[in-house]
């Protein structure tokens, strides 16, 4: 099973990727300044903000803090909702599907999940 240090690695490097095309992108686009390369540039942008949302979503679930209810959600969701990390770790501000309570969700890998 792996660890949590290995899914923030991931996590990292995939981010780093995205940033480094996303860089290049704006350099080829600043050099060429065409309507065609600025629609290309947001057609890669936004198709690597894609793979990498359904990545994140399909990777990882959320458990409620209050009833312990572990779940799952969409990849819209995953992009639209407020998140972030503390202390503990990484969460997202949704809502319990078995409590119904608003509350920043915690994030754990599915992985670790089905053992729950």
């Not at 949302?53 to 458990?63: C, E, G, K, M, S």
């Not at 990484?90 to 089905?114: D, F, N, T, V």
Request: aromatic share 14%; hydrophobic share 45%; with cysteine.
């Amino acid at each position: 099973m792996k660890t949590m240090g290995d899914y923030w690695r991931k996590t990292i490097l995939y981010l780093a990727i995205f940033v480094v095309i996303i860089v290049v992108g704006a350099v080829i686009f600043s050099t060429y300044r065409s309507v065609f390369s600025l629609i290309v540039y947001g057609l890669v942008v936004l198709g690597g903000l894609f793979l990498l949302v359904n990545w994140h979503a399909r990777t990882f679930a959320y458990r409620c803090v209050d009833c312990g209810h572990v779940f799952e959600i969409s990849a819209w969701k995953d992009l639209a909702s407020p998140h972030g990390v503390d202390k503990k770790g990484g969460w997202k501000y949704l809502r319990c599907p078995s409590c119904g309570r608003w509350m920043k969700a915690r994030i754990l890998p599915k992985e670790h999940a089905q053992g729950t």
